[in-house]
T-cell receptor, first 111, second 117 residues
Framework: GESVGLHLPTLSVQEGDNSIINCAYSNSASDYFIWYKQESGKGPQFIIDIRSNMDKRQGQRVTVLLNKTVKHLSLQIAATQPGDSAVYFCAELYNFNKFYFGSGTKLNVKP | NAGVTQTPKFRILKIGQSMTLQCTQDMNHNYMYWYRQDPGMGLKLIYYSVGAGITDKGEVPNGYNVSRSTTEDFPLRLELAAPSQTSVYFC????????????????FGPGTRLTVT
């Protein structure tokens, strides 16, 4: 049967290293994407977004890359800090008003 | 601004009971959403609303109902609670920006943790 999904993919990085979190999206018609950060016991928090007519967008310490050919997004976090430890989700905007979320990746930053 | 507030924070229901999860936002956002998040999983859209009086189904609407009588409030109703509805429920809101006409940068509430036994 299907896994209940209790074990998220986990990325462990050393403090100060760069982190790369990947996401595959499902719909080629999706034209807008967001990365969210969710800390334990809290709601998701917006990090950065990208439109489908862009390949790359940079924010403060974060960069999102979009590869429409293979329907892949990545989030790069530079100089990862302990405060970056959280679960990261990508979300795709589909059908104008609806967002679909990926299952998430847990980032564990080791001091 | 308080942002998006949700009540209650926690609730335990018996099978077959009903309850309403409350959600209020004070940002004058047109768009509001209800999601559920099962352990270790992403968020799944239950219902959404593009304005007062207008609601529509998301991915997993069965077993839930919503209403949107005001811009601020978007309550989620569970009529006959089932163990499969044990989850954390998040309400979110967002506004339109001109350059795409799409709603984005959703602001999330702190969540309601619901257990049905």
């Amino acid at each position: 049967g299907e896994s209940v999904g209790l074990h998220l993919p986990t990325l462990s990085v050393q403090e100060g290293d760069n982190s790369i979190i990947n996401c595959a999206y499902s719909n080629s018609a999706s034209d807008y994407f967001i990365w969210y950060k969710q800390e334990s016991g809290k709601g998701p928090q917006f990090i950065i977004d990208i439109r489908s007519n862009m390949d790359k967008r940079q924010g403060q310490r974060v960069t999102v890359l979009l590869n429409k050919t293979v329907k892949h997004l990545s989030l790069q976090i530079a100089a990862t800090q302990p405060g970056d430890s959280a679960v990261y989700f990508c979300a795709e905007l589909y059908n104008f008003n609806k967002f679909y979320f990926g299952s998430g990746t847990k980032l564990n930053v080791k001091p | 601004n308080a942002g998006v507030t949700q009540t209650p924070k926690f609730r335990i229901l018996k099978i077959g009971q009903s309850m309403t999860l409350q959600c209020t936002q004070d940002m004058n956002h047109n768009y509001m959403y209800w999601y559920r998040q099962d352990p270790g999983m992403g968020l799944k859209l239950i219902y959404y609303s593009v304005g007062a009086g207008i609601t529509d189904k998301g991915e997993v609407p069965n077993g839930y109902n919503v209403s949107r009588s005001t811009t601020e409030d978007f309550p989620l109703r569970l009529e006959l609670a089932a163990p499969s509805q044990t989850s954390v429920y998040f309400c979110a809101s967002s506004y339109l920006r001109g350059w795409t006409g799409h709603a984005y940068e959703q602001y999330f509430g702190p969540g309601t943790r619901l257990t049905v036994t």
